[in-house]
């Protein structure tokens, strides 16, 4: 099997990425589908190469409470790395076990649920 990115090289030099069709299902949605992973893996849209390297200026959640939701399942990101992430941002974290990337087509109720929950906190902190 190729590699998991193909990258396209642009008039201007720049670089944008995409995911091989081919292993699309697999590696992004693998608990969506075939019709639901075939559809995302053709209409994807490219991504710039910059976006890997651009420095934030700023972390929000250095300041912000913060709400995460991942698969257990994911593999672009691995799950110990969302773990620490997490963990240093002192986030509120539902873990979904054996869901995919793209948990939130395949697990919309909890993805929704983890998005209530912010919003009810962050009012009530408002509140306070």
Request: net charge negative.
């Amino acid at each position: 099997m190729g590699p998991l990115v193909r990258p396209t090289s642009l008039p201007d030099g720049s670089v944008e990425a995409s995911i091989d069709p081919a292993r699309f299902h697999d590696v992004f949605c693998a608990d969506l589908p075939d019709a639901d992973a075939a559809f995302m893996a053709i209409s994807q849209r490219s991504v710039s190469a910059t976006a890997f390297d651009d420095p934030a200026t700023a972390a929000a959640w250095r300041a912000k409470p913060s709400w995460a939701v991942f698969g257990t399942a994911d593999r672009p990101v691995a799950p110990d790395l969302h773990r620490f992430q997490y963990e240093r941002a002192d986030s509120t974290v539902t873990e979904v076990e054996g869901a995919s990337h793209f948990l939130m087509l395949s697990q919309p109720d909890i993805v929704a649920g983890v998005i209530r929950e912010a919003v009810m906190a962050s009012a009530v902190n408002r509140a306070a």
